[in-house]
């Protein structure tokens, strides 16, 4: 309770400005926060939900990083995570189209430098929803959000009210059979709602700084240890003689063992080729999906579960290549480079079965 009183009484006196910058252009917003935000407007931003929980957590940032530059469509990538747990919540955007100079004006006037500025996605400053499919009124276009215990799941934007059967499409992509509830219209936080900190995620934030305090207070047994290593060298030796002894009795089962798992594994992979779709359905897919109807393929590569097509399009839009590839249920992890000629794209995905 007293910490957010005194939160509230900061912000009572804070002059920090928030601009909000959508493809239109940019507005000042009318309140004011702790620190000044430059929002993204939803439709500027991707977004996806990456769970990181087989990394290392003293390396999930620099993993999120890497991540995040093969997802991106974009030559320079912006992006912002909020972590819950071992998953990531992650918005990002064209960096290049961030355009804090149009603002230049109104922060000159709040006496704000713009590098002070911290750049988020519009999505933070609405609230949090409960368990299932909501529809969220932007504050330019509606973005379907499914919510799993606090984590933003999957989200979807869209300039126009979405139709009913994108909606039931959104929901069945999320394995569920509900309808989304009418869309909300929600004033703008003052403060995003990543912004608290809470003891775990200071801890976690500081693991290296621990670890590193642990690690010289290890250190210093180990050294006192080390005169006793002497003892367990000749146990060591006895027990290496037997484990070898032991290898070569159970050596033709083991043998046997792993000729039985590649078997196992040749079937398996057999199954699998057998249950993969045709290139004629994936090449349908994906000519019915683009967006130009005079665009051409001029190369086509699908092998083990990975398609690589590079198009011919003189009005290709990689932002919207990957939006539609992204609605079809069959192709995952889309990817888009610029392929080598003028007005060509290379198209990268996962082939869902």
């Known amino acids: 309770m007293i910490p957010k009183l005194l939160q509230d009484l900061r912000r009572r006196f804070s002059r920090s400005p928030n601009l909000l910058q959508n493809r239109g252009g940019v507005v000042l917003l009318p309140f004011h926060s702790l620190r000044p935000h430059w929002i993204l407007g939803r439709g500027l ?57 149009s603002g230049n004006s ?20 609405r609230p949090q929803r409960e368990d299932g499919i909501h529809l969220q009124l932007c504050h330019e276009g509606f973005e379907i959000q499914c919510w799993r215990s606090g984590l933003l799941k999957d989200a979807f934007w869209s300039s126009q009210p979405p139709t009913e059967q994108r909606l039931a499409w959104f929901a069945d992509r999320q394995g569920l ?12 936080l003052a403060e995003p709602w990543s912004a608290d900190t809470t003891p775990r995620e200071w801890l976690l934030r500081n693991e ?14 180990l050294v006192w240890q080390e005169a006793r290593q002497w003892k367990y060298g000749l146990a060591e030796d006895a027990f290496n003689e037997s484990f070898s002894l032991i290898q070569d009795e159970v050596a033709p089962f083991m043998a046997a063992r792993d000729g039985h798992r590649r078997l196992n594994r040749i079937n398996e992979r057999l199954n699998e080729l057998l249950l993969a779709p045709s290139q004629a359905y994936l090449m349908g897919v994906v ?20 398609l690589q097509v590079v198009v011919e399009d003189a009005a290709a839009s990689p932002v919207e290549y990957v939006r539609l590839l992204e609605e079809q249920p069959i192709f995952a992890d889309v990817r888009v480079e610029q392929a080598r000629g003028e007005n060509r794209l290379e198209l990268s995905m996962r082939i869902v079965r």
Do not use: I
């Open 287 to 306: 000519d019915r999906t683009t967006p130009n109807p005079e665009a051409k393929f001029t190369q086509w590569r699908y092998q083990e579960g990975e």
């Open 208 to 221: 290296l700084r621990l670890a590193a305090a642990v690690a010289m207070v290890l250190t210093t047994v």
């Open 45 to 101: 931003c991707l977004y996806r939900c990456e769970s990181f929980e087989h990394v290392p957590r003293a390396k999930r940032e620099a993993a999120l990083a890497l991540q995040a530059s093969s997802w991106s469509p974009f030559e320079r990538t912006g992006h912002f995570a909020v972590w819950s747990g071992g998953n990531a919540m992650v918005w990002y955007w064209d960096a290049d189209a961030v355009d804090m100079e």
């Open 177 to 188: 059979a509900e309808a989304a509830v009418p869309p909300v219209l929600d004033e703008l």
């Open 106 to 125: 109104m922060l000159a006037e709040a006496g704000v430098d713009p590098s002070q500025c911290l750049v988020l996605p519009e999505t933070l400053f």
